[in-house]
């Protein structure tokens, strides 16, 4: 089967400089005294489990200040996804060391809603509920903040007359359905202002998969199911270039019957995704035997 690679593909700034700076505090500190990620570091389990063995132990739970709770002492390390104001003032109030991998993408869009409410506006966040990178972005001012996930939420948004809005968003949504949202609310609300946030990588990933969507039989995106930028990829290919695309942890997951008609296949990875298993993901998809040719 021919395999296209789509490129760029893999991992993103953020996602290094995260990785690099994690390993970077496990070397320094990890004889000394114990090290915690607050959530997983980037959406990759392959990625949190070789920290894991470096001594960086993973606290899971459903929102950050719970997972607070459960370090005790040492190092914590916030994720590349931003950490709230709240949970920082906590944890350096329990004598906790703070370390912090938030990319610098997620920090300007903390910067901005801080510059935004500080002047006065109500800002509409598009994200999702649940994922942490919402939830420390609200943070930084929650009593001015307003989470939205869906264009049919925005019908159902109720300001107090004279609220100056502006709207900003998670970024690594759909480029397609984020612009949906904020043309609804342009519509409903004329004067707001819009910072659209999209990081850069999720961007250019997002639109090479759906440009080269259109010369392949269907896509596989190497990935997590926790990954917000890669469930996306799978979610643009399949809605903006109408081919279906499969997401795959390893390759361990991929389907031989997905491909009984396929002869050409583009693979593309998530932006916390390592380069091995899209590799490995590549070799295996270059094995099969592919649909033959017709004639
Ligand atoms: S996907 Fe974008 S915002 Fe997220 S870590 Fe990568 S560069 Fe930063």
Redo the contacts with the bound molecule.
């Keep these: 089967m021919e395999v296209i690679r789509i490129a760029p593909r893999g991992y ?4 290094v400089e ?1 990785i690099r700076l994690a390993k970077r505090v496990s070397a320094e500190r990890g004889a000394t005294e114990p090290i915690a990620m607050l959530g997983y570091l ?1 959406h990759n389990e392959h990625v949190t489990d070789e920290l894991a063995k470096s001594g960086v132990r993973l606290v899971d739970a459903d929102d950050r200040m719970a997972g607070l709770d459960q370090i005790g002492s040492g190092t914590v390390i916030f994720t ?2 931003g950490i709230s104001p709240a949970i920082v003032a906590t944890a350096k109030a329990r004598h906790l060391n703070v370390v912090d991998a938030t ?4 920090t300007r869009t903390h910067d901005l809603i801080r510059s935004l409410t500080d002047d006065g506006f109500h800002v509409v966040y598009i994200g999702k509920r649940g994922h942490p990178e919402p939830e420390g972005a609200t943070g930084v001012a929650p009593e001015h903040t307003t989470l939205i996930e869906t264009v049919d939420e925005v019908d159902r948004l109720d300001f107090p007359p004279g609220t100056r809005l502006a709207v900003t968003c998670q ?2 949504l759909s480029l397609w359905d984020t612009q949906t949202i904020i043309n609804r609310l342009r519509t409903r609300f004329p004067d707001i202002e819009v910072h659209n946030e999209i ?4 961007q250019e990933r997002q639109e090479a998969a759906v440009t080269a969507a259109a010369s392949v039989d269907c896509v596989v995106v190497v990935g997590s199911p926790r990954s917000s ?1 890669s469930v996306r990829l799978v979610q643009v290919v399949s809605e903006r270039a109408g081919k279906p695309a499969f997401l795959v942890d390893t390759a361990d997951d991929l389907d031989p019957a997905w491909f009984g008609s396929v002869r050409r296949v583009g693979v593309t990875s998530g ?1 916390s995704t390592p380069t091995q298993l899209t590799r490995a993901v590549i070799a295996t998809l270059e094995a099969l035997p592919g649909a033959p040719t017709p004639g």
């Design positions: 993103c700034h953020g996602v995260a980037v590349a996804h990319c610098s993408d997620v970024t690594t990081c850069r990588a999720t930028n932006a």
